[in-house]
């Protein structure tokens, strides 16, 4: 143990951060003691990630200061923040993909050679002490993401980490990897380590951490210890005023198969498989959801509805026409939308330096007749649409891509729903939305079913998944493992499923 | 144990989005911090600045001769900035202008050399069509493998503009040797019938270029041909969702851009030249990607960076009648406007900070 157990791992006092006009932390004051777990908890855009990245050395902080085991420190980059003690694990991994784990863990690493064998033995020992599954020579590209991010755990723990920074470490876990990971970090906390956890998600709050610090808007607006909050509790400090967490389930009445997939087959476009034998129906009037671990297939199913993407096999029949074959363009005019939000929100349903009003055009500039564009019908949308989903924006005339993800999220959907579609495609619909956004985006969803749309929606939050979805479909490897009724069943059952459990009779959707 | 690390004195950082006023007051203090460094330059050669400045300005604006001169220097550079702005909108790299401009040219010549009895318009119109078509042609090839292999069209292009140099060659010492040269290797004067009538006392080019950049503007800003290239310019994966065929709009595009250059080739044979020579593009194909990019892809903003380049390289050229310095001042100059210019993005994108001390 240290020699001083007085002082905290971590003390932050007074931090503030500025990027241009926007505060992205204003006068955060912040500790937490060897031996702990601290939840961060906030919306998008709280300031979780930076003040994070002030500590490992990436961001340095406008004001205020930084004292690790009592003294005051200056991390001016990511190496002394190893130094330090500190090891950072991004939401997104940072491996090399053709390197074994061994290679991964030290690389980077200076100062003293190793022989191999040596140090698979020094590997395989710290993995034992942890908790820690690891192969050391597996090649990175081979592993699963639950591996990966062993991996990655393991470099900052080789590195001498006693201070750990998880940001959102289980946005691509199933649920039972979630329960592993969060064991491992049990392990990690009694050996006296210091554990910084960064999430949005209330109930892992609830599940792991000692304490939880709430970020608004740049702010700490709360310190609390778990064991005496409760999940509405910290959702209200969160977005700071009362929230309802219901999801609504309307339900409607014709249900006729308006998209139906047949054995549908695609392979990536470097040989790797997208999907297999994909079958599934899509009703008028439902929503089905699509759950699994993040890249199970789900862009490959969005683009090859929508025409990005050719199928190898197999067929998509949109009301007994298969539309496989077809250019985006003669899909688009079937009245099939697809809102595909990918990684990036602006990457592909928008384009970010241009106003509202160009993206209004996307998809209709070709009704326009003649050479010249008449921009008054969009501009008219945009109007509408700012008025009628309250987007909160300069003007129509703001490039996008200087909205807030909410906005941005509201003006693709508000595009895509104003074309009145029969099927509509939403992937992550609500990634990176603060809670408020999240269910303006829900209702947007269910007033659609309403109006007898079929809507296909991938999602990434079990819980949601199973509130709003009517049916849900589970994805794993490509592969469908099952189609299940979202009333009758579990997180467990679609975890298991996500994790490669195959349901019975999953082939036939009935 | 932990070394007391220091406090960094001075921090890069980004700032979110500056007013169009700020930036367009940061873009006026590059150039004069520009015209300040050149001038310590001549300095340092041993002349005083604001003499050099003055003799340039009216080097270039001094008589009638003078600015004719200096607008025909701005015409092929016009219109060639306008042609690669058009495929760099759509982020397509275009730096084949040069070898656009050389193909426009000899397809223009071959009737100009080879069908000087034509009626007068007609020749002209045919050249114009011939020249178009083929800067069309040479822009086509890279867009074709472009968007069949998605080959670097940077390298493609480039590579194109030397295979057009040597056809000038070619055509020059072989088939189209003039033979009343005597032995010298040139290519005929074109017959005053395949010139290009004055206007003003300049070729009447100058009015074509000017007809583009309208043009041109139009295109890019209100019709859908233009904003197809824009989407495609911004995320190809975003004009295949909205059902564009990127493929042709890429082909489309760089026939268009070659098109403009190859045009600007035939104007500056049959009204600068007088006939087909190797130095037809002269480099104005390269100078134009600087104008282009100076200007913001703006044709207006083309039209006045165009117009202060010509002066500059007019002005140049009587500076070196008046002191003896080579013209290659003038690219000195350019070469140091263009830093100043672009270097000066890094301050509207980010801006120093200074540490305070003890930052509580």
Known sequence: MRANDTNYAIELKGITKTFGRVVANENVNLSIKYGEILALLGENGSGKTTLMNILSGIYYADEGSVYIDGKEVFITNPHEAINLGIGMIHQHFKLVEVFSAMDNIVLGTRGRYVKNSALKEEILEMSKKFGLETEPDKKVYNMSVSEKQTVEIMKVLYRGAKILILDEPTSVLTPQETAKLFAILRRMKDRGNAIIIITHKLHEVLAISDRVAILRKGRVVGTVKTGETKEKELAELMVGRPVSLEINRPETTSKKTVLKVVDLSVVNEDGTRGLKNVNFKLKSGEILGVAGVAGSGQRELCETIAGLMEAKTGAILYNKENIIGKTPDEIINLGISMSFVPEDRLGMGLVGSMDMVDNMLLKSYKKNKGFIIDKKPSRKLAEELVEKLSIITPGIETPVRMLSGGNVQKVLLGREIESEPNVLITAYPVRGLDINSSYIIYDLLNEQKKKNVAILFIGEDLDVLLELSDRIMVLCHGEVMGIVDAKNTSKEEIGLMMAGKKMEGADSDE | ?360
């Open chain 2, 1 to 360: 144990m932990n070394k007391k690390g220091h406090v960094p004195f001075i921090r890069i950082v980004k700032i979110s989005e500056r007013s169009g006023k700020d930036t367009l007051k940061i873009r006026i203090a590059a150039f004069i911090s520009a015209l300040a460094a050149g001038g310590l330059f001549i300095l340092f050669l041993g002349y005083n600045p604001i003499e050099l400045y003055g003799t340039i300005i009216s080097g270039a604006f001094r008589s009638k001769m003078a600015f004719q001169a200096t607008i025909r220097f701005m015409i092929p550079l016009l219109m060639s900035s306008l042609g690669v702005a058009m495929a760099f909108k759509m982020r397509f790299w275009n730096i084949g202008a040069e070898g656009q401009i050389i193909v426009g040219a000899v397809c223009a010549s071959y009737f100009a050399l080879f069908h000087d009895t034509w009626p007068h318009f007609l020749l002209l119109l045919v050249m114009f069509a011939a020249g178009a078509l083929g800067g069309g042609l040479w822009g086509l090839i890279p867009a074709y493998f472009k968007s069949k292999y998605d080959t670097n069209e940077t390298l493609f292009t480039l590579m194109l503009n030397y295979i057009a140099l040597h056809i000038i060659t070619y055509l020059r010492d072989g088939p189209w040797k003039d033979p009343g040269s005597s032995g010298f290797p040139k290519i005929a004067r074109f017959a005053p019938n395949a010139q290009l009538d004055k206007i003003l006392g300049v070729h009447f080019g100058w009015i074509i270029a000017l007809i583009l950049v309208f043009i041109v503007f139009i295109y890019l800003r209100y019709t859908k041909h233009g904003y197809e290239i824009s989407v495609v310019g911004e995320s190809k994966s975003t004009a295949k969702y909205a059902g564009m065929d990127v493929r042709k709009i890429i082909l489309r595009t760089m026939a268009i851009s070659g098109g403009i250059c190859g045009i600007t080739g035939m104007i500056q044979a049959a009204g600068s030249d007088m006939t087909l020579a190797s130095s037809v593009a002269g480099g104005v194909g390269f100078t134009a990607i600087i104008v282009s990019w100076l200007a913001y892809l703006n044709p207006f903003g083309i039209l006045l960076v165009s117009f202060l380049f010509s002066v500059l390289e007019k002005g140049s050229s009587v500076m070196q009648s008046a002191y003896g310095l080579s013209t290659y001042f003038a690219s000195v100059l350019q070469g140091i406007i263009l830093f100043f210019i672009l270097g000066c993005e890094f301050f509207i994108r980010y801006k120093f900070v200074v540490s305070r001390k003890g930052g509580r």
